[in-house]
């Protein structure tokens, strides 16, 4: 099976940078597209970054200029740095895959999520 174990997060001071990591494990026989969703509380998931099958990134138009996401094919990791950031940042954000396994095609695999809160 795949896991996907996310580390970073925490309470940081408006203005102050954090970064994410996961990574990705276990019977992968493809990543087609991995990056980052969070959720506010009382709000729906929404997509923060993603790397694209075609290779590309996508944005939430309120990260863009602040948020980088980088990835690591190598070791099948991607992090998100998180600059500038603001109260309306807080959330708990997820980790997402697309992958091919041996026995599954396109799959979604999720992580357990981790608490990043922005203080004012």
């Known amino acids: 099976q795949v896991q996907l174990v996310e580390s970073g997060g925490g309470l940081v001071q408006a203005g102050g940078s954090l970064r994410l990591s996961c990574a990705a494990s276990?019977?992968?026989?493809?990543?087609?597209?991995m990056g980052w969703y969070r959720q506010a509380p009382g709000k729906q998931r929404e997509l923060v970054a993603t790397?694209?099958?075609?290779?590309?990134?996508n944005y939430l138009d309120s990260v863009k200029g602040r948020f980088t996401i980088s990835r690591d094919n190598a070791k099948n990791t991607v992090s998100l740095e998180m600059n500038s950031l603001k109260p309306e940042d807080t959330a708990v954000y997820y980790c997402?895959?697309?992958?091919?396994?041996?026995?599954?095609?396109?799959?979604?695999?999720w992580g357990q999520g981790t608490q990043v809160t922005v203080s004012s």
């Open positions: 997402n895959a697309n992958i091919n396994t041996l026995i599954t095609w396109g799959y979604e695999f």
């Open positions: 276990g019977s992968i026989f493809r990543i087609n597209s």
């Open positions: 790397f694209t099958t075609g290779g590309g990134t």
